[in-house]
């Protein structure tokens, strides 16, 4: 994996006090097959998909920021602002969204105390929830921290640094959900009033169904009707 900080900001970005040593890891480096170009570019009102993940971090208050992307980095950075940010290439992302999340941990500050893994094709979460997580893990010193809509688990997922070594040890494209699985009675679930965190663009049916509910101004809830809790 190759690290790289992007940006004339980078040097004031290595506070380990900044949201409380939290390190925002984004997983942007898939393939995006089905969609025709890299899915980090696809238009969502008005901007990139994944500048909508990364506007959501620097306003929930997170300074330091991995963007993991895959074998169309250099095409993104021209179009989306990384400045102020850590970006590490992942070669193989074939290897699945374990991989990412190894580049990730990787490129990320020594000091780091807790990692919030952010899937980049998740564009509707809310600074808020952002907030929610860090500030609950800092009250508590909870392990992991997953946030609840309407009783139904979602992402971003927080998870401290003690679990670094069983997040490097996963492989294929199954995330950090056996992590989570094997410590179940350590998560913490934080309830947000965010039905972002249930939605995520995988398919341009997908991509067409956000856009239109966000160019009516329809309540998000919309896009998450019918999901029983899991």
């Given at each position: 994996?190759?690290?790289?900080?992007?940006?004339?900001?980078?040097?004031?970005?290595?506070?380990?006090?900044?949201?409380?040593?939290?390190?925002?890891?984004?997983?942007?480096?898939?393939?995006?097959?089905?969609?025709?170009?890299?899915?980090?570019?696809?238009?969502?009102?008005?901007?990139?998909?994944?500048?909508?993940?990364?506007?959501?971090?620097?306003?929930?208050?997170?300074?330091?920021?991995?963007?993991?992307?895959?074998?169309?980095?250099?095409?993104?950075?021209?179009?989306?602002?990384?400045?102020?940010?850590?970006?590490?290439?992942?070669?193989?992302?074939?290897?699945?969204?374990?991989?990412?999340?190894?580049?990730?941990?990787r490129a990320a500050p020594p000091e780091t105390a807790a990692f919030l893994i952010v899937l980049g094709d998740q564009p509707l979460v809310?600074?808020?929830?952002?907030?929610?997580?860090?500030?609950?893990?800092?009250?508590?010193?909870?392990?992991?921290?997953?946030?609840?809509?309407?009783?139904?688990?979602?992402?971003?997922?927080?998870?401290?640094?003690?679990l670094s070594a069983e997040m490097e040890a996963v492989r294929g494209d199954v995330g950090c959900r056996g992590v989570v699985a094997r410590?179940?009675?350590?998560?913490?679930?934080?309830?947000?009033?965010?039905?972002?965190?249930?939605?995520?663009?995988?398919?341009?049916?997908?991509?067409?169904?956000?856009?239109?509910?966000?160019?009516?101004?329809?309540?998000?809830?919309?896009?998450?009707?019918?999901?029983?809790?899991?």
């Amino acid at each position: 994996m190759l690290f790289a900080r992007t940006g004339p900001a980078a040097a004031d970005t290595l506070s380990p006090k900044s949201a409380g040593g939290v390190t925002a890891i984004v997983l942007a480096a898939g393939a995006s097959a089905r969609m025709g170009m890299p899915k980090p570019l696809l238009p969502l009102a008005g901007k990139p998909l994944l500048a909508h993940s990364l506007d959501a971090l620097r306003q929930g208050g997170l300074r330091e920021i991995v963007v993991v992307l895959g074998a169309e980095a250099e095409r993104v950075r021209r179009v989306v602002s990384l400045d102020g940010m850590s970006v590490a290439v992942n070669p193989d992302p074939a290897q699945g969204m374990s991989s990412s999340i190894r580049a990730g941990l990787r490129a990320a500050p020594p000091e780091t105390a807790a990692f919030l893994i952010v899937l980049g094709d998740q564009p509707l979460v809310a600074p808020g929830t952002i907030r929610a997580l860090v500030a609950r893990q800092e009250a508590t010193g909870a392990r992991i921290l997953v946030p609840t809509y309407g009783g139904v688990r979602g992402n971003p997922v927080l998870l401290h640094r003690s679990l670094s070594a069983e997040m490097e040890a996963v492989r294929g494209d199954v995330g950090c959900r056996g992590v989570v699985a094997r410590h179940a009675s350590e998560v913490m679930e934080v309830r947000v009033d965010d039905p972002g965190i249930l939605v995520d663009v995988d398919t341009p049916d997908d991509l067409e169904r956000v856009e239109a509910v966000l160019q009516k101004g329809l309540p998000l809830s919309r896009l998450v009707e019918g999901r029983g809790r899991r």
